[in-house]
Structure formats: C-alpha cells, structure tokens
C-alpha cells in the first residue's frame, strides 16, 4: 500500500495562475480532507469528502475548488493563485468518522506563489 | 463555532524533563481528541488519542488528560528525549454538522541537551 500520495512535492506560480494539487490514495477510504498549513501555524480546513461524487467547504474554502469523481482521487484545485495561498498542502484521507480511527495523511505540497 | 485553543506556541525543555501542552474546545459535544505529531518537513501523524467516556490515557513516556467540564484536555511527555523535538498538534471531533476533526495552532517543542 502507498497509502496517500500527493503531487507534485514543491511547486512556484506566478499570481494569476492554475494548478490542480493531486491527491490519491489506495486504501479505498471513504473521506478525504485538504488542509493547508501556514509557517507557525496549525492546520487549517479546505474542503472535505465523505464520499465519490460529494464534497464540502471546510474553514477556508475561498480560491479553491475540489471534485471526487472516484473514490481514489481527490485534487485540489487553485484558480487565479495570490500570494496568501502560499502554503504547505496537506491531503488526508480515513475509511469512515475520524472519531474511528486516525487521518492517514500525505507528504504535503509546498506551494509559494510570488 | 467549533473552535481549538492551544497554548503554548512554542515550548523548550532540558532533556530528562517534563513537557506539557494544553488545549481547549469550543463544543461540549466534542467526544474524541487525537494527537499529532509532525517532524521538521514531513506529514503528521498520530502519537495518542482519547475519547470522552475516559479521563486518562498514557502510552509509555506520553499520557493525555481530558476535562469534559473545563472542555480542556493535555498532552504529558516525561523524560523527553531529543527525539520528541516536533511540532504537536491537538485536536477535537465535533460530531454535529460536518463531522470533522479541527486542530489546534501548534506547539513547537524543542527538547535541549
């Protein structure tokens, strides 16, 4: 099992710039979770998913979107990027409720935006 | 609004010593509260956990405390060890609505020899 992987590992974009942050994971969980993690900071929401073909806003859901076509995949997707979203990324996934078990996160994506 | 507040940013203690990080939630219907740790540049991942219905869970060297009334619980690390230099991040469950965990601001412990 590879468990969560997420590409690509670092990335620069230019303000105004798209990309799409991939995430996939193999062990046929149910949810999925975006987090970003600021310098110094905690981590934060972005959009979530409890299943192929839903998905949610979490706490800072503006400048993104997200799909969840299958169950494996579920990419990120940043629209006209601004330097505030300079981050780090995390994708996260678990089989059912995180009151049953614990989130198997990704390696992360570093993203600046200059 | 479902809210984690954890203290303090940063902590640094003498190897040997003991390390204590504390959180506090928002919703009193929170019922599980997980640990994380995440070593300089790489993913975070769970240390300890504990659910409402216990009071006290410990794990070798690591032991977590939770007060349902105060709506606060701890994270206890003794004899620590260089290792355990990381960023800790508490967290809550909030089972209404979204069903989903939020996580505290992070501790950065530096353990010094």
């Known amino acids: 099992n590879a468990g969560v992987t997420q590409t690509p590992k670092f990335r620069i974009l230019k303000i105004g710039q798209s990309m799409t942050l991939q995430c996939t994971q193999d062990m046929n969980h149910n949810y999925m979770y975006w987090y970003r993690q600021d310098p110094g900071m905690g981590l934060k929401l972005i959009y979530y998913s409890v299943g192929a073909g839903i998905t949610d806003k979490g706490e800072v859901p503006n400048g993104y979107n997200v799909s969840r076509s299958t169950t494996e995949d579920f990419p990120l997707r940043l629209e006209l990027a601004a330097p505030s979203q300079t981050s780090v990324y995390f994708c996260?996934?678990?089989?059912?409720?995180?009151?049953?078990?614990?989130?198997?996160f990704g390696n992360g994506t570093r993203l600046t935006v200059t | 609004g479902e809210n984690v507040e954890q203290h303090p940013s940063t902590l640094s203690v003498q190897e040997g010593d003991s390390a204590v990080i504390k959180c506090t939630y928002s919703d009193s219907a929170s019922n599980y509260f997980p640990w994380y740790k995440q070593e300089l540049g790489k993913r975070p991942q769970l240390i300890i956990d504990i659910r409402s219905n216990v009071g006290e869970k410990k794990d070798q060297r690591i032991a977590v405390t939770l007060n349902k009334t105060a709506k606060h619980f701890s994270l206890h690390i003794t004899e620590t060890q260089p290792e355990d230099s990381a960023v800790y991040f508490c967290?809550?469950?909030?089972?209404?609505?979204?069903?989903?965990?939020?996580f505290g601001q992070g501790t950065r412990l530096t353990i010094n020899p």
């Open positions: 996260a996934s678990i089989e059912d409720s995180p009151y049953y078990s614990p989130l198997h």
């Open positions: 967290a809550a469950y909030f089972p209404q609505g979204a069903q989903k965990l939020v």
